[in-house]
C-alpha cells in the first residue's frame, strides 16, 4: 500500500502562483508513476500532469501547459506540482495519485492509490 498526502492548497488572485506538495509512504518502490488530477464541482475528475518516478519525464494536460511545472524529489518521496499564471478555471480539489504499472496513464483508472485532495480556489 502507498499512502498520500497532498498540501499547499489556498486561494489565489488570478495571475498568482500556488505550489501543491504530496508526500508518499509505504510501498512507494512498487510506483511507477505519479500524477496530479483535478475536479471541479460538477465536472470529472482530469488529469494535469504526470511524473515518471524512474526518470524525468513529464506529460501536462494542454490547458497547463507552459504554466505548471511537475517535480518530485525522490530522497524525500514527494512530488511538487508549481502552478503560475493561476486563472479562476484552475479552480478545483487537486488530488495527487500513485500508478503501480508501467506505461504512462491519463485517466483516474489507471492511477492505483490517491491522497485525499487539496482545494484551490483562484479568484477573478
Known amino acids: 500500500q502507498v499512502q498520500l498526502v497532498e498540501s499547499g492548497g489556498g486561494l489565489v488572485q488570478a495571475g498568482g502562483s500556488l505550489r501543491l506538495s504530496c508526500a508518499a509512504s509505504?510501498?512507494?518502490?512498487?510506483?511507477?508513476?505519479m500524477a496530479w488530477f483535478r475536479q471541479a464541482p460538477g465536472k470529472d475528475r482530469e488529469s494535469v500532469a504526470a511524473?515518471?518516478?524512474?526518470?524525468?519525464?513529464?506529460y501536462y494536460a494542454d490547458s497547463v501547459k507552459g504554466r505548471f511545472t511537475i517535480s518530485r524529489d525522490n530522497a524525500k518521496n514527494t512530488v511538487f506540482l508549481q502552478m503560475n499564471s493561476l486563472k479562476p478555471e484552475d479552480t478545483a480539489v487537486y488530488y495527487c495519485?500513485?500508478?503501480?504499472?508501467?506505461?504512462?496513464?491519463?485517466?483516474?483508472?489507471?492511477?492505483?492509490?490517491w491522497g485525499q485532495g487539496t482545494q484551490v480556489t483562484v479568484s477573478f
Open positions: 511524473i515518471r518516478l524512474r526518470g524525468d519525464t513529464t
Open positions: 495519485a500513485a500508478r503501480a504499472r508501467v506505461g504512462v496513464a491519463a485517466t483516474p483508472s489507471g492511477y492505483d492509490y
Open positions: 509505504g510501498r512507494t518502490s512498487s510506483t511507477y508513476f
